[in-house]
């Protein structure tokens, strides 16, 4: 696994067991991983072609999703950890190459503007919703 610069990492806690988290974030992330792509990861020239492929899977544990694209090389870690309180803990951990001036300036506009902080934060939350009301 190659080895890419941490970005930021973002979590929620969420009040279910583990396993049901696991299975709302597997079932959050079935359209994402193996998927044929949309318009945009056609333009990126992501591969795999859905932009996310899993690289690795400890079950109920930890999820680890890669994929890369003309202007980056990333990876996207769940990891599912019980929390003091009760419920789950989910984070999820970036980490990224941007290599040249098209990939800093890639990096600027998802990394600087913002978008990748929403859309982590709205999976995350995607997944607690679906995880509590799947009690």
């Not at 990492?9 to 079932?27: C, I, K």
């Amino acid at each position: 696994m190659e080895d890419l610069p941490y970005v930021d990492t973002h979590d929620v806690l969420v009040p279910a067991p583990r396993d049901r988290v696991w299975s709302a974030l597997e079932s959050s992330l079935a359209g994402v991983v193996g998927g044929r792509g949309s318009l945009l990861t056609k333009v990126l020239g992501t591969s795999p072609p859905s932009g996310f492929g899993v690289a690795s899977r400890v079950e109920g544990e930890r999820l680890e999703l890669a994929g890369r694209h003309r202007f980056s090389r990333y990876r996207l870690v769940f990891d599912l950890t019980p929390a003091p309180s009760g419920g789950t803990r989910l984070s999820a951990t970036t980490h990224a190459v941007f290599p040249g001036p098209q990939g800093a300036a890639y990096r600027f506009v998802v990394i600087g503007l913002g978008p990748h902080v929403l859309a982590t934060r709205r999976m995350l939350a995607s997944v607690a919703r679906r995880a509590v009301g799947s009690s």
